[in-house]
RNA sequence: GUGGUAGUAGCUCAAUGGCAGAGUACUUGAUUGUGGAUCAAGUGGUUGCGGGUUCGAGCCCCGUCUACCACCCCA
């Protein structure tokens, strides 16, 4: 018979059990920070009406959007999501009274990009976002950078950097520097690119898209506009008076600065960085992108301001901020620096129970009810093939589950319990009503 | 979407155009109340897939798929 090579498309991905329990944990503590933060929980669905989608990101960003159909309909054309914040605007327009205000949303799900696959980007990856819609006040963007540097720690990361800017201080930069407003967006691009081709390189760039030299030479020195913490400010801040929107951007940023001061986030995790840029055409404010010091990863965080995206499906938008961190790219990285616990990553079981002989295996069934009664993750030894300890031990080592439960017919008959842990071969002889207790004593923290 | 590198046993990799191999993993045994270490034996391949050149292709050529790298863009 004829058989199919299992296979699947590009960019898609399995993930086995360990590699599974890995992201099981990464998720459970972005959750658990999510909820110190007192964000809610929303779910959307997978496909969207095609309409909903398209107009929001930008052209380029819209041809990797995948579409979807059935086979027998070719009314209400859909498409799959590309990111979970263009749905959460959906939502807020339509249920806006359903909802309080502010609305602390987050959502962790998967979204989809038809980009060519590499190392940390694939084409279908999991979005953790948290978004706080109506709210104009930069104490909302300052938590979201303190959320963010709160899940970073907790995982483990050290050489990481939030890096700050604000789309007004951008566009005023170039409005004062002499940019025509169509060109925003050419300079945008070259500017990103700061990082890797370096000030000469930007400049070279600039020219090139046909950006008059004079302007060009002040547009490098506003970008150059650098220094530790607050400095920075100062000093675009002092180059860029002449600009209304600018001063309005930097504002927000010593606002934001306050804020972030007053929640105690560690300055090293953050820094005002004025050729950062972010791709999305909606953000009107505050930006943000965390990146690895190590490179070889790009951003493996975003997010900004968007106060008028909620303006594409109501009447009057909302004020709104949001981030999105990253996770595949967290994963792709923790598993490079092994930034895992010891334990996360080998199996759900907690205990095996042992079957010492054909005759005892009834009574190693209802010891293994008991612990699962318990609350224990327990499995009952099933393998086919000869029942020898030996093979069950190995079992057990192989899949790394912790402890080994053994009830032989001495055991039995003296109404106890013998279990061995295999991390450092103890073993620990229990009355048997007192298993449960003494296997969470042997557990792991 | 553009350009580049690679693909051989489950994994990591060998093999002048001339019999497809090693290490590791796996199975069994040494070991009838106990995993890891050691020793022995064994299983494992349409060399990613499809064509072409050649007496002969893992190796050369074309196409294709996938991964990775650099762009583009981004989480």
Same mark, same amino acid.
């Given at each position: 018979?004829?058989?199919?090579?299992?296979?699947?498309?590009?960019?898609?991905?399995?993930?086995?059990?360990?590699?599974?329990?890995?992201?099981?944990?990464?998720?459970?503590?972005?959750?658990?920070?999510?909820?110190?933060?007192?964000?809610?929980?929303?779910?959307?669905?997978?496909?969207?009406?095609?309409?909903?989608?398209?107009?929001?990101?930008?052209?380029?960003?819209?041809?990797?959007?995948?579409?979807?159909?059935?086979?027998?309909?070719?009314?209400?054309?859909?498409?799959?999501?590309?990111?979970?914040?263009?749905?959460?605007?959906?939502?807020?327009?339509?249920?806006?009274?359903?909802?309080?205000?502010?609305?602390?949303?987050?959502?962790?799900?998967?979204?989809?990009?038809?980009?060519?696959?590499?190392?940390?980007?694939?084409?279908?990856?999991?979005?953790?976002?948290?978004?706080?819609?109506?709210?104009?006040?930069?104490?909302?963007?300052?938590?979201?950078?303190?959320?963010?540097?709160?899940?970073?720690?907790?995982?483990?990361?050290?050489?990481?950097?939030?890096?700050?800017?604000?789309?007004?201080?951008?566009?005023?930069?170039?409005?004062?520097?002499?940019?025509?407003?169509?060109?925003?967006?050419?300079?945008?691009?070259?500017?990103?690119?700061?990082?890797?081709?370096?000030?000469?390189?930007?400049?070279?760039?600039?020219?090139?898209?046909?950006?008059?030299?004079?302007?060009?030479?002040?547009?490098?020195?506003?970008?150059?506009?650098?220094?530790?913490?607050?400095?920075?400010?100062?000093?675009?801040?002092?180059?860029?008076?002449?600009?209304?929107?600018?001063?309005?951007?930097?504002?927000?940023?010593?606002?934001?600065?306050?804020?972030?001061?007053?929640?105690?986030?560690?300055?090293?995790?953050?820094?005002?960085?004025?050729?950062?840029?972010?791709?999305?055409?909606?953000?009107?404010?505050?930006?943000?992108?965390?990146?690895?010091?190590?490179?070889?990863?790009?951003?493996?965080?975003?997010?900004?301001?968007?106060?008028?995206?909620?303006?594409?499906?109501?009447?009057?938008?909302?004020?709104?901020?949001?981030?999105?961190?990253?996770?595949?790219?967290?994963?792709?990285?923790?598993?490079?620096?092994?930034?895992?616990?010891?334990?996360?990553?080998?199996?759900?079981? @907690?205990?095996? !129970?042992?079957?010492?002989?054909?005759?005892?295996?009834? $009574?190693? &069934?209802?010891?293994? +009810?008991? =612990?699962? %009664?318990?609350?224990?993750?327990?499995?009952?030894?099933?393998?086919?093939?000869?029942?020898?300890?030996?093979?069950?031990?190995?079992?057990?080592?192989?899949?790394?589950?912790?402890?080994?439960?053994?009830?032989?017919?001495?055991?039995?008959? @003296?109404?106890? !319990?013998?279990?061995?842990?295999?991390?450092?071969?103890? $073993?620990? &002889?229990?009355?048997? +009503?007192? =298993?449960? %207790?003494?296997?969470?004593?042997?557990?792991?923290?």
């Amino acid at each position: 018979m004829p058989h199919l090579k299992p296979r699947l498309p590009r960019g898609f991905r399995d993930f086995l059990p360990e590699a599974m329990l890995k992201r099981d944990y990464v998720i459970t503590t972005v959750r658990e920070v999510f909820h110190r933060y007192g964000f809610e929980p929303l779910q959307t669905p997978v496909l969207e009406l095609r309409e909903t989608l398209f107009g929001k990101y930008g052209e380029d960003a819209e041809q990797l959007i995948f579409e979807a159909q059935h086979g027998r309909s070719d009314k209400d054309p859909l498409a799959m999501r590309y990111d979970l914040t263009v749905p959460l605007a959906r939502v807020v327009a339509q249920y806006e009274n359903d909802l309080k205000f502010p609305f602390r949303r987050y959502q962790i799900a998967p979204v989809w990009r038809g980009e060519r696959p590499q190392r940390g980007r694939y084409r279908e990856f999991y979005q953790c976002d948290a978004d706080i819609v109506g709210v104009g006040s930069m104490a909302a963007d300052a938590e979201l950078i303190s959320l963010l540097v709160t899940v970073l720690q907790r995982l483990g990361f050290v050489e990481v950097v939030v890096k700050i800017n604000n789309r007004k201080l951008l566009t005023g930069m170039g409005q004062y520097a002499g940019v025509e407003t169509a060109q925003l967006a050419d300079l945008y691009r070259s500017v990103d690119k700061f990082d890797k081709i370096g000030a000469d390189g930007v400049a070279e760039e600039l020219r090139g898209r046909g950006i008059a030299p004079a302007v060009v030479a002040r547009m490098m020195t506003l970008l150059q506009a650098q220094g530790p913490g607050l400095a920075a400010l100062d000093a675009a801040e002092t180059l860029m008076q002449g600009s209304a929107e600018a001063r309005e951007g930097i504002a927000e940023l010593r606002d934001m600065a306050q804020h972030m001061a007053a929640l105690n986030i560690p300055p090293a995790f953050y820094e005002f960085d004025f050729t950062m840029v972010r791709g999305l055409g909606y953000y009107t404010g505050p930006i943000f992108e965390a990146v690895f010091k190590g490179g070889g990863m790009g951003s493996i965080s975003g997010g900004g301001r968007y106060d008028q995206l909620i303006g594409m499906f109501r009447k009057e938008s909302l004020p709104t901020t949001g981030i999105s961190l990253g996770i595949e790219r967290f994963i792709d990285l923790m598993d490079d620096l092994n930034l895992y616990p010891a334990h996360i990553g080998g199996t759900v079981v @907690q205990a095996l !129970v042992t079957i010492f002989s054909e005759d005892t295996r009834a $009574e190693s &069934t209802r010891l293994a +009810a008991e =612990l699962r %009664a318990a609350g224990l993750c327990t499995e009952l030894y099933m393998a086919e093939g000869k029942l020898k300890l030996g093979k069950q031990f190995e079992y057990a080592d192989k899949k790394r589950i912790p402890l080994v439960v053994i009830l032989g017919s001495d055991e039995i008959a @003296q109404g106890v !319990v013998k279990v061995k842990r295999l991390a450092d071969a103890s $073993e620990t &002889t229990v009355p048997r +009503a007192d =298993l449960p %207790a003494a296997l969470r004593h042997l557990l792991p923290a």
